[in-house]
């Protein structure tokens, strides 16, 4: 067994021990109108926060509504 000299380590089921959000995830690009994007960047500015965040809890809402629709 591996030592964690923290005294930390993670369950085999935790997301910590899944690898990071860009190990498990795919990347894809997405291209947004002008507008569009000053609209994420302001909100994201105005919440501090990232822009990605914004993009995927929208992409969760959407994911969410269509699935309770089928």
């Known amino acids: ?5 923290g005294g930390t ?6 997301p910590r021990a899944m690898g990071t959000l860009k190990e498990r995830a795919r990347q894809m690009s997405l291209y947004l109108e002008q507008a569009t994007y000053d609209a994420v960047r302001d909100i ?3 919440e501090r926060t990232k822009m990605h965040v914004l993009l995927l809890q929208a992409v969760d809402e959407f994911l969410k509504k269509r699935r309770a629709c089928g």
């Not at 067994?1 to 000299?5: A, E, Q, R």
């Open 9 to 14: 380590m993670a369950p085999a089921s935790s």
């Open 1 to 5: 067994m591996p030592t964690d000299p």
């Open 44 to 46: 994201a500015h105005r």
